[in-house]
């Protein structure tokens, strides 16, 4: 197995269903309000919703929630936590959802999985007009010296191309938004950042670490090996060596609305 191909990084999560679930952390609210605020109601399409980090949040503040997953084992892990959410197996590819039937399509941590070239007119049939598609994305603060040499020890397999704030800046601004034609389905794009942060210590922040598509798909000896040496320096810093710490994160946001 090329454990560089992103299809294979892509459908790696099912196997870990149970550990991201329990790992990977929620979502900045203000995050999610400033996603939505451009809506024209709250019905809203949680779009590769994983095991339900980004629909219990966004039910929490009153949206009217569809989650829809193509993983089954992440389907069913949704389900299992969020018992009453109305969750759907499909893709960005092939939503099952209506023409013009939610007011936001939403992604967290997933819209880099999409091919937006069928994806795009996908998420723009079932968006209402002035509807908005909005990704989301839990990165570390790598403006923390310490937060940042966890990319130093851990390489781009635990630490990828979207998981720091820089790499997030860059990684986003060469995100392919829809198009239809030659003519943009969706108007210019926003972004914005906001503070968060998650409780950790050492042996979680290794699991969570350890949920990455780029540590699923290792060899297991390397990723034995890429999690001692994450555990090592964890263990070498003073911010981290004895209980819990927050790990500094923001959740950042890429928003277009539906023209």
Same mark, same amino acid.
């Given at each position: ?21 329990? !790992?990977?952390?929620?979502?900045? !609210? ?56 109305? &969750?759907? +197996? ?21 819209? !880099? ?10 998420? &723009? ?63 210019? +794009? ?70």
């Amino acid at each position: 197995m090329d454990h560089e191909d992103p299809e294979v990084h892509g459908s790696s999560f099912g196997a870990a269903a149970i550990a991201y679930a329990e !790992h990977r952390p929620d979502y900045a !609210h203000a995050a999610i309000r400033w996603a939505l605020e451009p809506a024209p109601g709250l019905r809203v399409l949680d779009l590769g919703a994983g095991t339900g980090k980004l629909t219990a949040t966004l039910t929490e503040l009153g949206a009217e929630v569809t989650a829809v997953e193509p993983d089954p084992a992440m389907l069913a892990e949704l389900r299992r936590g969020l018992p009453d959410a109305h &969750a759907l +197996p499909g893709s960005a590819e092939e939503i099952p959802l209506p023409d013009a039937s939610v007011d936001a399509v939403v992604a967290g941590n997933a819209m !880099h999985w999409f091919d937006m070239s069928v994806a795009g007119p996908e998420i &723009a049939r079932v968006l209402r007009p002035g509807g908005v598609l909005a990704g989301l994305w839990n990165v570390i603060d790598d403006r923390i010296a310490w937060a940042a040499g966890l990319e130093t020890v851990g390489g781009s397999a635990a630490i990828g191309p979207r998981d720091t704030l820089g790499n997030w800046r860059a990684a986003t601004a060469n995100l392919h938004l829809p198009k239809n034609g030659g003519s943009a389905r969706f108007g210019s +794009p926003e972004q914005a950042e906001f503070p968060h942060g998650q409780r950790r210590t050492a042996d979680s922040l290794v699991a969570t670490l350890g949920t990455r598509a780029g540590m699923l798909v290792m060899p297991a000896a390397e990723r034995a090996a890429t999690l001692g040496r994450i555990r090592g320096y964890l263990a070498s810093r003073p911010e981290t060596a004895g209980g819990e710490f927050t790990l500094p994160m923001l959740t950042g946001v890429l928003r277009v609305r539906r023209i």
